[in-house]
C-alpha cells in the first residue's frame, strides 16, 4: 500500500521568513517516485519537482530546497525568504516504479500563507 | 505552447443526472489521467489512458467512465450524480505512461469545478 502524510494542515508566516513543509510517505516498492506540487487559488497544480528513490542527493532551485532522507521516509519542502506569491496549498505525491504512471498518491496538502 | 485545457471551467447539475468532462493534454503528450479533489482533500486518481487504451483505474464505481480519442484528448463521463460527486476533477497529461524515466513528470489542467445540487 501507498501512503502519503502531510501532518501539518496548515502554516502561516510573515513574509521572508523561511519555511519547512514535512512529507512522510510509506511503501513497500524499492523503486518510487516522489513528487511536490503547489496548487494556488485558482486551484491548476503546478508540478514543483520529482525526485527518484535512488537519488537522496538534496536538490536546490532558487528560493526552494527539497531534503530526501529515505531512512526516514521523509521528502521535506523548504522555502528560503518565503514572499506572498507562495501562498497556496502544496502536495506531496508518491508513484512506485513500474505502476501506472497516474496512479499518483497524494498527501492531503499543507495550506501555506505567507503574510506581507 | 498551451497546456492541458479542461472545458468547462464549472458546472452545476443535478442528482442523478449525468455529465461529460473534456481535457486536452499538452501536444505531443499521449498519456491523461484523471483525479477528482473533493475540498480539503489531495486528489484522488480515477483513470489513466495511454495510447487510447485504459491502464489504471481507482477506487471509484462504475458510473465514472472515460475514454481517450485518437487525438489523445478524453472525456470523463459520471451517471448518476451524487451529491458526493461535488469536486474539481483534475486531467493531467504525461509523455509517458509508465512511471520511470524522463517524461513522466504529470502536468495538470485548470479543473473543472462540478456542483451537483
Known amino acids: 500500500a501507498q501512503k502519503v502524510t502531510q501532518a501539518q494542515t496548515e502554516i502561516s508566516v510573515v513574509e521572508k521568513e523561511d519555511v519547512t513543509l514535512d512529507c512522510v510517505y510509506e511503501t513497500r516498492d524499492t523503486t518510487y517516485y516522489l513528487f511536490w506540487y503547489k496548487q494556488p487559488p485558482s486551484g491548476e497544480l503546478v508540478f514543483l519537482i520529482r525526485r527518484n528513490s535512488f537519488d537522496e542527493q538534496n536538490e536546490i532551485s532558487g528560493r526552494y530546497s527539497w531534503n530526501f532522507q529515505k531512512s526516514t521516509s521523509s521528502f521535506n519542502f523548504t522555502i528560503t525568504a518565503s514572499q506572498v506569491v507562495d501562498s497556496a496549498v502544496y502536495f506531496c505525491a508518491l508513484t512506485p516504479q513500474g505502476s501506472t504512471l497516474g496512479r499518483l498518491y497524494f498527501g492531503r496538502g499543507t495550506q501555506l500563507t505567507v503574510w506581507p | 505552447d498551451a497546456g492541458v485545457t479542461q472545458s468547462p471551467t464549472h458546472l452545476i447539475k443535478t442528482r442523478g443526472q449525468h455529465v461529460t468532462l473534456r481535457c486536452s493534454p499538452i501536444?505531443?503528450?499521449?498519456?491523461v489521467s484523471w483525479y477528482q479533489q473533493v475540498l480539503g482533500q489531495g486528489p484522488q486518481f480515477i483513470f489513466q489512458y495511454y495510447e487510447k487504451e485504459e491502464r489504471g483505474r481507482g477506487n471509484f464505481p462504475d458510473r465514472f467512465s472515460a475514454r481517450q480519442f485518437p487525438n489523445y484528448s478524453s472525456e470523463l463521463n459520471v451517471n448518476a450524480l451524487l451529491l458526493g460527486d461535488s469536486a474539481l476533477y483534475l486531467c493531467?497529461?504525461?509523455?509517458?505512461?509508465?512511471?520511470?524515466?524522463?517524461?513522466?513528470?504529470?502536468?495538470f489542467g485548470p479543473g473543472t469545478r462540478l456542483t451537483v445540487l
Open positions: 501536444s505531443g503528450h499521449k498519456s
Open positions: 493531467a497529461s504525461s509523455l509517458v505512461g509508465l512511471a520511470g524515466g524522463p517524461g513522466n513528470e504529470q502536468f
